[in-house]
């Protein structure tokens, strides 16, 4: 990569020159000479060249960069992860799609259709411009392959899944992604909105929605620097320059019919491709469906961020949308652990609240401390449910406890540990809701004691509210 320090010095000695030449007098070549003076030659070098260093995985020494690797140079000044932009396997574990299953069945039994956005990656939509030798090593069709039998097993569970796969086939110059960022553009927004439009519209769905008339203009030009520059500068040093994307606005038109609605049938819960206004892509949903969009998205949230903030909310429980568009990349959705669904499902529901309680207590727990008993069935009355039908709700008086260990005792003797840690952008102020075990060694034992261990430093001793309740479903 270029030395910054040399281009700096480079264009402060142009800078320099050009107000020198104002300041001499101007010379008029002579009539006879007007013909000897040609034309003033231009030379462009190419920008930026990755270092070899960045093909050392040892260098990734962060966790921001470890989700980054290993950075290889494209054409066009383009960079590319090869663990994540040219991976050619997309997988989910079977039994996250059977909870995702159920996340179906719950949600549709509140009225709220799933449209999913398992975003294409970047080699599927881009891999014209990978060098020749890393476009030879690249299975291109394995790779798509794979892709189209991951969206069909998320519609064979129910979810709506438009024909994202469509996109490797673009015959125009649209650049889908940024050249140096794992985010799309605008333009790959705009193209993702139209095409969930052209899915819903004609559907019964789409037809019952209520609407209205939403106009996007272009307004001005925006600056977009790249991740993927920021983690070539840590490694390589030097820099790339920002990419140059127009920017847009929407807005209803002036007769947009419904005023200011409450809350609009369209919800919108996604990672920051949908949280970032840069990329615009609320706007072009509003234009696409000339309907308007709750938009619950949050930038770093990951898969599961944005919905464990916005079920429990009033805006979910009093009013569930009809259309709930949740997006997330795929190598998100494929890295879940399965006790990551056992605390998003429940707050479908919303936990225990609104329910009878089988269990209920409260105490204290210390900063440092060791497990301390909250919930224990036992004594005079045991509650012989089993634990597939049960949930737990936790409510910390400290609203930044974030991370927490449970252990849970089983009627027969078996125990397990579920260490549950909520997402850095997502406010759950305290509250922990979960399934306990629905796997076959476990679920037909009633819960005889849970413990719990705060994780999250403690500046002072706080009270736990816990709640055992049935699951409706």
């Known amino acids: 990569m270029r030395n910054p320090g040399v281009r700096c010095a480079a264009r402060w000695a142009a800078f320099a020159a050009a107000w020198l030449a104002l300041l001499l007098p101007i010379v008029l070549p002579a009539a006879a000479d007007t013909a000897a003076v040609s034309a003033p030659v231009y030379v462009a070098d190419t920008c930026c060249t990755l270092c070899p260093r960045a093909a050392n ?27 994540v932009d040219l991976a050619t396997k997309f997988t989910v574990d079977e039994a996250t799609y059977a909870d995702l299953a159920r996340m179906v ?58 024909a994202y796969d469509q996109l490797a086939a673009q015959t125009d110059d649209t650049e889908y992604y940024f050249h140096r960022d794992g985010h799309w553009t605008p333009d790959g927004a705009r193209r993702t909105a139209e095409l969930i439009a052209i899915t819903l519209k004609g559907s019964p769905l789409y037809a019952s929605l209520r609407r209205g008339s939403f106009v996007t203009r272009a307004v001005g030009q925006q600056r977009h620097p790249g991740v993927l520059s ?19 606005s929407t807005a ?17 819960a996604g990672t920051s491709y949908s949280a970032s206004s840069a990329y615009h892509f609320m706007g072009f949903l509003q234009t696409a469906l000339q309907a308007d969009v709750l938009n619950t998205s949050i930038a770093g949230g990951s ?7 916005y079920l429990p909310s009033d805006a979910f429980q009093q009013h569930p949308p009809r259309l709930l568009i949740w997006e997330f990349s795929h190598p998100q959705i494929a890295a879940v652990h399965r006790t990551q669904m056992r605390r998003l499902i429940p707050l479908i529901g919303n936990g225990c609240v609104g329910k009878a309680a089988l269990l209920a207590s409260q105490a204290k727990l210390t900063p440092g401390a060791d497990f301390a008993e909250v919930l224990f069935n036992g004594g005079e009355h045991l509650i012989d449910e089993k634990s597939r039908n049960l949930i737990v709700d936790l409510q910390f008086g400290d609203p930044a406890v974030k991370e927490i260990i ?64 049935r699951s409706p479903s």
């Open 105 to 162: 069945v719950d949600l549709r039994a509140r009225g709220t259709q799933v449209l999913l956005i398992d975003l294409p990656p970047r080699g599927l939509l881009a891999a014209r411009h990978l060098l020749p030798r890393e476009r030879a090593n690249y299975d291109f069709a394995a790779a798509l392959a794979s892709y189209q039998q991951a969206l069909q097993r998320f519609r064979d569970i129910g979810f709506l899944v438009p």
């Open 406 to 469: 449970g252990e849970a005792w089983y009627l027969d003797g078996k125990h397990e540990l579920l260490k549950v840690r909520m997402n850095d952008f997502t406010r759950t102020n305290g509250r922990f809701v979960f399934e306990l075990n629905r796997e076959p060694d476990f679920a037909e034992q009633p819960l005889i004691d849970l413990r719990v261990q705060v994780v999250s430093p403690l500046a002072a001793a706080t009270d736990v509210s816990a709640t055992l309740c």
């Open 230 to 248: 920021i983690v070539a500068a840590q490694i390589c040093g030097g820099s790339y320059p920002s990419e140059v994307v127009s920017g847009y």
């Open 57 to 83: 995985p040892e260098v990734y020494i962060t966790r921001f960069m470890r989700d980054h690797r290993l950075l290889i140079q494209g054409k066009d000044d383009w960079l590319f992860r090869t663990e």
């Open 303 to 309: 898969y599961d961020g944005a919905l464990m903030q």
């Open 252 to 268: 209803p038109s002036e007769n947009y019919p419904f005023g200011d609605e409450p809350v609009p049938e369209i919800t919108l």
